[in-house]
């Protein structure tokens, strides 16, 4: 079970930095690449109908999926280790209740991303 936590928080905070990381790369750039992670699926730049749209329209959900996969990467990072829950009964509550926050954030960042690819291609 260690292995797995330690897992699902390096997958978390990774790509919550990779998120940021796009987000800061996007506002410098500001230009439409073939990013997979941040264009909708079987979508490519070439295709984009509105590409300033389209940048405006995901820039800021990519920071917010990026800052709220880091502020759940750090939620988890107290079930690993023990740390600062004293309470078996929170330490329950955290270690379902933070998976599952993070997998309502992915399907939310799904229906952008589905959404996107509705308005802009």
């Not at 389209?54 to 917010?64: G, S, V």
């Amino acid at each position: 079970m260690a292995t797995f936590s330690l897992l699902m928080l390096l997958l978390l905070v990774g790509s919550g930095i990779y998120s940021i990381y796009l987000w800061l790369r996007l506002r410098k750039e500001w230009c439409l690449t073939d990013n997979k992670f941040m264009l909708p699926g079987n979508c490519s730049a070439a295709d984009c109908l509105d590409e300033d749209g389209f940048l405006e329209y995901i820039a800021p959900k990519i920071a917010l999926f990026g800052m709220g996969l880091v502020l759940l990467g750090l939620l988890y990072l107290p079930c690993i280790f023990n740390l600062f829950i004293t309470s078996l009964l929170m330490l329950k509550i955290m270690s379902i209740a933070v998976p599952v926050l993070t997998l309502l954030l992915f399907v939310w960042f799904m229906f952008v991303q589905h959404k996107a690819s509705k308005l802009f291609w």
